[in-house]
C-alpha cells in the first residue's frame, strides 16, 4: 500500500511526514512526528485524551485520518505551553493538584484551552458539559473543573491588564 | 486496521466517479462512526472518498423554499446559523446531543442518518421536521425523505456507489416550531434509549394544522408516527388530543429489550417524550 505524503502545520511550524492511508492524526502525530503528549485512551472518540485543535475547533484525533491533515492547522498539547512558560490551564492544574496518573491530562488541557479562547467567563456548568467528552478516572472531575474557571479568571485579569 | 485508499476529490461528480468505480468505496463524512468502526474491524472499505474537500457540501444554503445543510457541515456548525436556529431548534438541538463537542465537530447530519442507528438522534428531528436527502450516483440525483433511507440498524435504500449530498429541510411557517427530546440515564455522552421528536404548525385560533411526530431507538429504524399527527390535526392539543398521539406511539413502537432499556419502558417513555415534545413545540410555535 503506498503511503500518502502529508504537509500540514503543527503548532505553528510546518511539518511534513508519510502516512498510510488508513493511519489516524493521532497515530501520525505520535509515529511520525514523535509529538506523543496526545495519547489514545480508547481510539473511538469516547475519551478526549488524544483530542487536538483541528482548523480552530477542538476534535478527538482518533477520529480524523492523518490525510485529512494535508494543508490543515493543527494545535497539540506540545504546542499549547510558549516555550517553558506554563499556559495559565497548564499552570492552574498543577496549582489545584488537577490530576493524578496524568494520561488523560492533555486531552483535558487541550480541550480547556479551546474552551476559554472562545469563552472566557463560562459558568462551572458550561465547564462541564464542555469537559463531557474528556474522561478522567482518578481525579473525580472536581479538581479539573476548579483548575479551568481558575485558569478563566487569570486570563480574564490578563486580557484586562494587557 | 487494514489500510484502504484515501481519496479527496473536489466535486461530487469527482466523488460518484470514484465510489462508481472501486467497489466496497465508503463515502467519508465526519468519520465518527466509520473511523470508529474500521479501527474495530466492523467496516473494512476498500477506498475512502473524503467528502470534507468538496466546498458545496460544507455550507448551509438558505434557499427560498428549504434549507440545504451539505453533507460534510458538522453539528456545531448548525448552532452558528441563526436563521436554522430559529426555524428548527429541536433539528439543531437534536444534532448538537450526538456525543462530544471533539465529535460534533466533526459529526455531520447526513452521516448521522446514513450510519443508520436507530438511536440515531438527529434523524426524528428530521422526519419530524419532514427533510428530504439528496442522493447523488452515478446517473444523477434524486430527492428522498429521510425517514426512507435507513432500511434497518446499519442499512440503508442507497445504491452502490450512492451517497448523501445534502440534508434539505422545509422553511418553517408561521406559527410553526418543532422540538426534539431524548431519555438517557446520564447527561451527555450517551446512546438514546428513547428519542421523540415532533414538529407543529398552530394557527391564529390555537388549532393545530399540521403535526409530524417521529421517534428512535425503539424499532429497527427511525419512525414517522402518522396516527400520533393525525391525533394532534384540528385539536386545540388538549389533553385528549395528546393522550390519542401519546397512545398512536406506544403503538408503534417496535423495540427490543437491552442493557439500556426493556420494551415496556421504551414504549411507556416513547408516549411521555412524545408528549413533552408536543409540549415545547407548541410553546415554540406560539412565538413564532
Known sequence: MSRIHVTTTVNGDEREFLCSPGQTLLDALRDELDLTGSKEGCGSGDCGACTVILDGEMVCSCLVLAGEAQGRRVETIEGIAEGSQLHPVQQKFLENA?????????????????????????????????????????????????AVMDAAAELRQERTAA | ???????????????????????????LAGGTDLIVQMQSGRSAPAAIVDLKRIAALKEIREEAGYFAIGAAVPCTSLKN??????????????????????????????GNLCNASPAADSVPALVAAGATAIVAGASGEREVPVEQIPTGPGRTSLADGEFVTEIRIPRQQ??????????????????????????????????????????????PTVLLVEDAGKALVGSKLDDGAVAKAMEAVSTACNPIDDKRGTIAYRKAMAGVLAKRVIQIARERAGGN
Request: net charge positive; with cysteine.
Open chain 2, 174 to 219: 408561521k406559527g410553526s416550531s418543532d422540538a426534539y427530546l431524548r431519555s438517557i440515564p446520564r447527561t451527555e455522552m450517551d446512546i438514546a434509549v428513547v428519542g421523540a421528536g415532533a414538529s407543529l404548525t398552530i394557527d391564529a385560533s390555537g388549532t393545530c394544522t399540521s403535526a409530524r411526530i417521529a421517534i428512535g431507538a425503539v424499532a
Open chain 2, 1 to 27: 486496521m487494514p489500510s484502504p485508499a484515501y481519496h479527496a476529490p473536489d466535486t461530487v461528480k469527482q466523488a460518484t466517479d470514484l465510489l462508481a468505480a472501486n467497489k466496497g468505496a465508503r463515502p
Open chain 1, 98 to 146: 488537577a490530576l493524578q496518573c496524568g494520561f488523560c491530562t492533555p486531552g483535558f488541557i487541550v480541550a480547556s484551552k479551546a474552551l476559554l479562547d472562545k469563552n472566557p467567563n463560562p459558568t462551572e456548568t458550561e465547564v462541564r458539559y464542555w469537559l463531557a467528552g474528556n474522561l478522567c478516572r482518578c481525579t473525580g472531575y472536581d479538581k479539573i473543573v476548579r
Open chain 2, 81 to 110: 446559523n441563526k436563521a436554522l436556529a430559529a426555524e428548527w431548534p429541536g433539528v439543531v438541538e437534536a444534532a448538537n446531543l450526538i456525543g462530544s463537542v471533539q465529535v460534533r465537530n466533526r459529526a455531520t447530519m447526513a
